[in-house]
């Protein structure tokens, strides 16, 4: 086992002069469709361009960030994408656990309840977005109101009384798949001895969970984390399609406001300069993310 | 070799098929543009070298779609259907083909006045309109008639108020008054302006400075709030245009304040459950008439970028013209003729005979005057926008910012802070305010 590994190792990681040159074009193809972009945005981040105004153009400096720095709504944007990522990252983390050890169990259908559970990752956002909202929010057509009506209450205006929290649940709706999926594979690699030894020795069913089950998925778990903020950061068409960053500025998130500053506005330079925050956002939350669970997780271990 | 035969063979016949012309159309999914592109089978059969294209979208995608498309020269389009907030402002810019040589048969001094001047830049023409509006009250004349309320022909803002809260009735299924609520420069701020405006307030002073925290703001913020959340549907703020119309033809409104093009409508029995019901009177005032109630019109240009000039001029010249909207009498009924672009379709006996609104429309378009839409003086025109590039980006910020006071997150005063904050923060960026 561990000869053929050595020898897996240093068959891969010894690379002949010449393989260079047969990457190059890949990596290159790589450097043009991912950097290019980026840093055309940095060179626009530091121009005033005003898509309807064309006569007053050219560089300023850091005023596109200054714009952005000494605006309220750019820290409440800041403050919403947190909340909402946040949020999402400990719902969907938590019932993706609770969904995967359930279904890691042996019951009569449970593949077919597998595949209803991973569904509502394959609807399409904008679609789950506006299902969310017209058919089960709405104060007057919605289910929820038609229920409330039913129990003898006033029914709620879900999108204006509650709207972060609503954005919430219909992301977290969306993406407990998503973790249920990555952490049940996680699962399926435990041995089953290792449980069995437990329960021989004693154990219940909460250490069994606790002891075993998560310090096991720790790796698995650094993933959902990791792969979940990358993709929750740039949340935008559940807030497109159902509240549009309001009432006020309740779900104005950094993407929708660099959204808002470029297809609202046309002040592509000032957007381009909140695209520049956003990724260094979300370095910072990488960083920090992954910092934390990683500490936690083989504190958990030892 | 038979392959290559064959190909040489398709790509002769596809060349005789480019002898005609396509143009591309650009317009939003308002009902009277669905009649426009249904008619278009006839300007084709006219016009045989010329063959249309569609492109239909929601008002707002329409918009960007225009705008990226147009400031980076891009030439997708040949017509462009865009509004009296877009024309001068593009036409300044040098976007638009300037329109002007129209044949005789056209008769130009037979379009609205204020309309025209519209969609004119320094007395150039630079769009045609299509269909025009202004803003009316709307109201359900049978529940008027249960509670013995009469509408004079100008009703007041204080009138409304007091018959919101009579005819308010949800139980029965019944809201006193459905006003625009969604979020946006061309939904909810077009008609909160020109409550703001009637009740004395202006966006702006004569050096630029916003006036969004003067006492005149805060009583029509104050009125409009209170009526929208007491008297008003539940989801005001997910409410604009469209879902009032069907919130209206559905029966669910006892009045309603919204464009002179939704009467056409609300007075069908095909599409309105209250056809026979409907009553039509002008926009409420307050303290003044001046601004009390909006222009707009949605109208047919011609960008810069496009090679087929000559096509495009032809098509919208048919769209436009005198014929057109007989044709549309004549198919569709003329209850759904476009309305607000010409005096003649006004003057006609059989539309005044379909049209019970005809006439306080032509008033409403006539009285409203863009450059004078307050009591004070203004460095502004248009009475529900203010016609610089900026005011997109303004008045959908303050929209929020409004919404975001009816759904109670900020205060009042709070809000409309914040919303003068970041309007003089626009106008400190955009040079006009030091």
């Known amino acids: 086992m561990t000869q053929t590994q050595a020898l897996v190792r240093s068959k891969t990681y010894r690379l002949r002069p010449n393989t260079a040159a047969l990457l190059a074009p890949a990596i290159l193809l790589l450097v043009v469709f991912t950097q290019i972009p980026f840093v055309l945005t940095l060179y626009y981040s530091f121009r005033r361009f005003n898509l309807l105004n064309p006569e007053r153009q050219g560089f300023v400096g850091l005023e596109n960030f200054h714009s952005h720095l000494t605006d309220p709504i750019f820290w409440t944007a800041v403050q919403n994408t947190l909340v909402l990522v946040g949020s999402v990252l400990v719902i969907t983390v938590l019932m993706g656990l609770a969904l995967a050890v359930l279904f890691y169990q042996d019951f009569p259908g449970r593949g077919l309840a597998r595949t209803l559970a991973i569904s509502p990752f394959f609807v399409m956002p904008v679609v789950s977005a506006l299902i969310w909202k017209n058919m089960l929010m709405h104060p007057v057509y919605g289910l929820f109101a038609w229920l409330a009506q039913r129990l003898g209450q006033e029914p709620i205006d879900w999108l204006a009384a509650y709207p972060m929290q609503s954005i919430v649940l219909m992301v977290s709706w969306q993406w407990t798949p998503f973790a249920m999926l990555l952490i049940l594979t996680g699962l399926q690699s435990l041995s089953k001895e290792q449980l069995e030894a437990a329960k021989i020795d004693g154990a219940n069913a909460w250490q069994e969970f606790r002891y075993i089950i998560v310090p096991h998925l720790a790796q698995t778990l650094s993933v959902v984390v990791m792969l979940e903020t990358i993709f929750l950061l740039t949340i935008f068409a559940e807030i497109y399609a159902s509240t549009s960053g309001g009432p006020g500025l309740a779900t104005t998130t950094l993407p929708y406001l660099i959204y808002l500053k470029a297809f609202g506005e046309y002040r592509i330079g000032v957007a381009a300069a909140g695209a520049v925050f956003a990724v260094i956002l979300a370095n910072i939350v990488a960083i920090f993310v992954l910092r934390l669970i990683g500490r936690n997780l083989q504190g958990g271990r030892t | ?434």
């Not at chain 2, 476009?338 to 006539?366: C, H, M, W």
């Open chain 2, 1 to 434: 070799m038979r392959l290559w035969k064959f190909f040489a063979l398709a790509l002769a016949t596809g060349s005789l098929a480019l002898a005609q012309t396509t143009i591309t159309i650009a317009t939003v999914n308002n009902p009277d543009m669905i009649v426009m592109q249904k008619l278009t089978p006839e300007f084709e059969k006219a016009n045989p070298g010329i063959k249309v294209n569609w492109v239909v979208l929601p008002e707002n995608e329409l918009r960007q779609k225009l705008t990226t498309d147009i400031a980076t020269n891009a030439g997708s389009f040949d017509i462009l259907t865009i509004g009296t907030y877009e024309a001068p402002i593009w036409g300044k810019n040098g976007w638009l083909v300037e329109l002007k040589d129209l044949p005789a048969t056209y008769d130009l001094e037979d379009i609205i006045k204020p309309v025209r001047a519209g969609l004119s830049y320094q007395g150039r023409l630079y769009a045609l309109p299509f269909y025009a509006e202004s803003s009316m009250l709307y109201y359900r004349k049978d529940l008027f008639a249960a509670r013995g309320l009469t509408m004079p022909a100008q009703p007041t803002w204080n009138q409304v108020i007091n018959w919101a809260r009579t005819l308010h009735n949800p139980r029965g299924g019944v809201y006193g008054i459905c006003l625009r609520g969604l979020p946006g420069w061309g939904e909810n701020m077009a008609f909160i302006s020109t409550l703001v405006n009637t009740y004395g307030g202006r966006w702006f002073d004569e050096n630029w400075r916003p006036q969004l925290t003067s006492p005149e703001w805060k009583r029509a913020i104050g009125v409009y709030v209170d009526l929208v959340t007491r008297y008003g549907p539940p989801g005001v703020t997910g409410n604009g245009y469209t879902e009032n119309l069907t919130l209206m033809a559905e029966g669910k409104c006892a009045m309603w304040v919204d464009a002179t093009v939704a009467a056409g409508y609300l007075a069908n029995p095909k599409t309105s459950k209250v056809a026979d019901k409907i009553g039509f009177a002008k926009a409420p005032v307050a303290v003044t008439p001046n601004g009390s109630h909006w222009l707009w019109s949605w109208a047919l240009a011609i960008p810069r970028s496009s090679k087929k000039v000559e096509a495009a001029k032809t098509f919208i010249l048919w769209a436009t013209s005198k014929d057109y909207i007989a044709l549309v009498g004549r198919t569709q009924g003329w209850v759904s003729a476009p309305p607000g672009t010409r005096y003649s379709t006004y003057n006609n006996p059989e539309y005044q005979r379909a049209a019970p609104f005809a006439k306080v429309v032509l008033d409403s378009i006539n009285t409203a005057d863009p450059t004078k839409p307050t009591a004070k003086p203004v460095p502004y025109t248009g009475v529900q926008f203010v016609g610089i590039p900026e005011f997109q980006a303004i008045g959908t910020q303050v929209g929020q910012f409004i919404a975001g006071i009816v759904a109670r997150r900020t205060s009042l005063d709070a809000g409309l802070a914040q919303a003068q904050a970041a309007v003089e923060k626009i106008m400190k960026e955009a040079g006009y305010l030091r």
